[in-house]
């Protein structure tokens, strides 16, 4: 029974383990010309492990990590958290459709939904206070669904060996 409790939280700490690397990445500075292309890491292993435990990885779960990084950017409170609980939903209600597409799919899937999240905080920051939305901030759309392929196959192999060499005795 212990081994099965050592199995369990092991697995907790990468899924929170990667959402904090995720979130070092996602605050990093990057030059000025290159800012427009910085993707989201955030929602790429939000859109992972939803993909993969969808019982798990839920609404609530965004919205604590989009807290965590409108307190990291210093923005309107709950604009992330509003922005990644909707693509949530989207995706772990569509969890079984984007499973069984192709990998360069599921990429476009990710660009399109990085697009809606870039709406979706613009839209609500616009009701807040006065902004002015460039079509180069779309990039990191693209940007998102370019690495979706990588990011899924790291993803994979990190979960898969750390899961591998794990017996459970029931």
Known sequence: M???????????????????????????????????????WLLLILIYWILIIPDRINIGTAFFM???????????????????????????????????????????SVIILAWLMDIIIFVSDLLVINV???????WNGVTSGILWPWIFLLMQKISHNLFSNTKVVF
């Open 2 to 40: 212990q081994s099965l409790n050592y199995f369990c939280s092991c697995r907790y700490w990468l899924i929170w383990l990667s959402f904090l690397v995720a979130l070092i990445l996602q605050s990093m500075p990057w030059p000025e010309p290159l800012s427009l292309f910085r993707p989201s």
């Open 66 to 108: 989009g807290i965590v990084t409108d307190l990291i950017y210093g923005s309107t409170l709950g604009l992330h958290s509003l922005a990644l609980s909707v693509i949530t939903y989207l995706v772990s209600r569509q969890n079984h459709q984007i499973c069984n597409l192709a990998l360069w799919k599921q990429a476009l």
């Open 132 to 138: 002015v939305f460039f079509p180069e901030q779309l």
